[in-house]
């Protein structure tokens, strides 16, 4: 036997640059910072909205500072791309089987597109 | 067989996953409206406010809130052992407190909107 098993180095800080797939897997993971932390934006402009109408006045002034702008777009495009990770696996997360088949991928992935589009436009034309 | 409460947890885990994946691009792109001023009567003080008021609008803000909230937390702890910290107990006490922290403020704020 032998007494030297051979052991492959791995960097733990970057391994994930080593393949394209690890890399993907990483954008995806690391898109949780972002919606970390824009919770906590959320939950600061609550808690303007419960201080009254000049706090939050100062909230929605902090969304258009330069900083609070690029947060905003950052985190559209960031959860933008989470978003379509999450639907295009979902036929891998959630096979539906009808009878013998399954129904296609493309068609459960579509339908999650649908369903965005729609809950998106809800959320949109609630406060206008 | 033995009992398990992982079901529960793995449920709101992937709530959180869903409820993030079909709103925060929305809810961002509202702030971002708010911060050009588009559509001066988009999203008022008043029309958010009376939403918050509403008991059902309550419940939707602080269940987006809180799958959100745990979720990323979660997911945070795994994102950090990925690149290369060895500190689980630590890193999870770290993202936890801030979810619950976050959660409580959450209620805090919504029980003093009326």
Known sequence: ?128 | MAKSNKPIFWGLFAAGGTVTAFVTPALALITLFAAFGAGMDMFTYESIHAFAAWWLGKLIIFGVILVSLWHAAHRLRVTVHDFGVRADKQVAIVVYSLAGLGTLLTLIYLLRIW
Do not use: D
């Open chain 1, 1 to 128: 036997m032998n007494s030297k098993p051979y052991v492959r180095e791995v960097s733990k800080t970057t391994w994930f640059l080593s393949h394209p797939r690890y890399k993907r897997y990483m954008a995806r993971e690391v898109t949780c910072i972002f919606i970390f932390a824009y919770t906590f934006l959320l939950i600061w402009g609550l808690g303007a909205l419960a201080n009254g109408p000049e706090a939050f006045s100062g909230f929605v002034e902090s969304l258009r500072s330069p900083l609070g702008v690029l947060f905003s777009l950052a985190v559209l495009v960031v959860t933008v791309y989470h978003s379509l990770s999450w639907f295009i696996v979902t036929p891998q997360a959630m096979p539906i089987q009808r009878g013998e088949e399954f129904v296609p991928g493309n068609i459960i992935v579509n339908a999650h597109y649908g369903a965005w589009a729609v809950v998106s436009l809800i959320i949109l034309f609630w406060g206008m």
